[in-house]
């Protein structure tokens, strides 16, 4: 049941309403290791990172099963770095600094180990990177998911349109699907993706929760109502995370599970905006996950009986 | 299963990006009569309209087991009159007029025949009528839901804060719940909110679905993605119509059958913006609401075998 997660590997500077962080691990990789390797521990990654990147944290994605054969280590160049600062309502947040350093000229090569690999996991990157992980991989994977944001709807929409084609499900926010289908009602939105390429689509709304679309069904999944959101940083990669650990655990790709696999990437979600980065996500046990799991079950059953 | 409405009665005139309306009948108690009649028909109405309040809406109204002997007709005055303009996306409106003809200067009689109701609902009106008709009861409700709105929190929160003393339920949108409590998180509004008085808080959300918030207990009833909202005028109180029809048909006031009057409030509203004003409302048939239930349980019922 291995998976292969593709994406960056990246130090980030964070700033919200409750306070402010030096340089910590990030980077959509990182989130998505920190989140799937509670269900699977046989994760191969591919990415790059420059000298600084930390050992210690190298051996801390190892010791969850993250193989780093995959990630290249760039002597002479410093890692992704980016920089962001939110506002009050802790949806909107200004970018403060991006440093391409490494991903610039990044040519992914997948190892010959990583060959055979069941899942993957296309993390939000340059479309070009996504189709070349995918035409290097010798057997189709039984499910390709991948992340993606607007700004390569802005500057590259040929590559993405050609990567669409290629996947199985696609995971976007509410206003990203809306901009790449020019649909503003997300149930029409939901359909002109789906002819784009991927048979299932997934839409991140924050707060307010995600809705799974394939064919004519639809299935909502709440957000977890929370106290506090100290920082969102990452919850979209934690969602997913949770979301392809789960399909890998239990490789099954139908839809009555894909909507289960909804609720687990819901709940490593609503952990991961706890604290800052992946702080929270490196201290949970799997009982507090199944705990968080009932939680979602409290929020959303109700008695069908009583209609 | 008697169940009194207050609210209003109105005309109102609506301007959405799919076309524009004359005068068609609207008003709070309006909107909840045509939701709730659908699960009970005994309905027992407080409200007062002007000269130019049609006796064939009346008359649709006494069809569907309204009683209107506690409905006010002012033989010189004209009804209440609302008129507004809706944005692109719908969720924002612009009032464009506002005549409180008749509502001015509204002193409610409960009529004797209306005494010993069992439920009491209370749509959106100011605070001093609702504690009024509280006032008049002999004998307490098992169950008393208010609606209000931000207006009120501006102008006479003194009354607002007393009759939220005297109830169960309070029916509020996100904006609003914000507003009262001084609270962002919608957790945090809840317990505050709540220390006001009603045991019961449910924050409708929109085309984001409503939570209801009871002691440490909470639950999420999404709202059915929709291709078009054509006219959202109506929906909140319809919503209140459904939730309070299910909870008088059932005579069930505990938390596990309002969960089920959510989804219940939440599918009466789906309807009631499918079309402008109650038209659709006016159309559905038993079937089509146990059709549309189908559809809510389908949306959110997800395998907890599969984790």
Redesign the interface.
């Known amino acids: 049941m291995s998976l292969i997660v593709v994406g960056s590997m990246a130090y980030d500077a964070i700033e919200t309403p409750f306070g402010k962080t030096d340089k910590i691990i990030g980077g959509s990789a990182v989130y998505v290791d920190y989140a799937a390797s509670n269900f699977i521990r046989d994760i191969n990654q591919v990415s790059i990172v420059g000298y600084d990147f930390a050992k210690e944290e190298m051996e801390s994605l190892k010791k969850r099963g993250v193989s780093l054969e995959g990630v290249e280590i760039v002597p002479d160049k410093k890692s992704f770095f980016w920089s962001g600062k939110y506002h009050?309502?802790m949806n909107t947040r200004d970018t403060l600094v991006t440093e391409l350093n490494v991903l610039a000229d990044f040519k992914p090569v997948v190892p010959e180990s990583y060959q055979g690999s069941e899942f993957l996991m296309l993390g939000n990157l340059m479309p070009r990177i996504q189709i070349d992980v995918i035409q290097q991989l010798k057997n189709r994977p039984k499910l390709i998911v991948m992340d993606t944001m607007n700004f390569w709807m802005e500057t590259t929409m040929d590559d993405l349109k050609k990567v669409l084609k290629m996947v199985d499900v696609l995971l976007v926010n509410d206003s990203e699907a809306r901009q790449l289908s020019g649909e503003?009602?997300?149930?029409?939105a939901a359909r002109e993706i789906m002819k784009m390429g991927p048979a299932y689509l997934i839409v991140k709304?924050g707060e307010?929760?995600a809705?799974l679309f394939h064919q004519q069904?639809?299935?909502?999944?709440?957000a977890l109502?929370?106290?506090?959101v100290f920082d969102p940083t990452g919850a979209g990669d934690t969602f997913a995370g949770g979301f392809i650990g789960?399909i890998a655990k239990?490789k099954?790709i139908y839809f009555?599970?894909m909507?289960?696999a909804?609720?687990?990437g819901s709940a490593m979600a609503s952990f991961c905006v706890e604290k800052f980065g992946t702080e929270r996500l490196r201290e949970i046990t799997k009982s507090d996950i199944e705990e968080r799991?009932k939680q979602f079950?409290?929020?959303?059953?109700?008695?069908?009986a009583?209609?």
């Open positions: 009050l309502d503003f009602s997300l149930v029409k709304k307010h929760g809705l069904n639809v299935f909502f999944a709440p109502p929370l106290e506090e789960h239990t099954d009555e599970n909507k289960t909804i609720i687990v799991i079950v409290q929020l959303v059953n109700f008695d069908i009583l209609i």
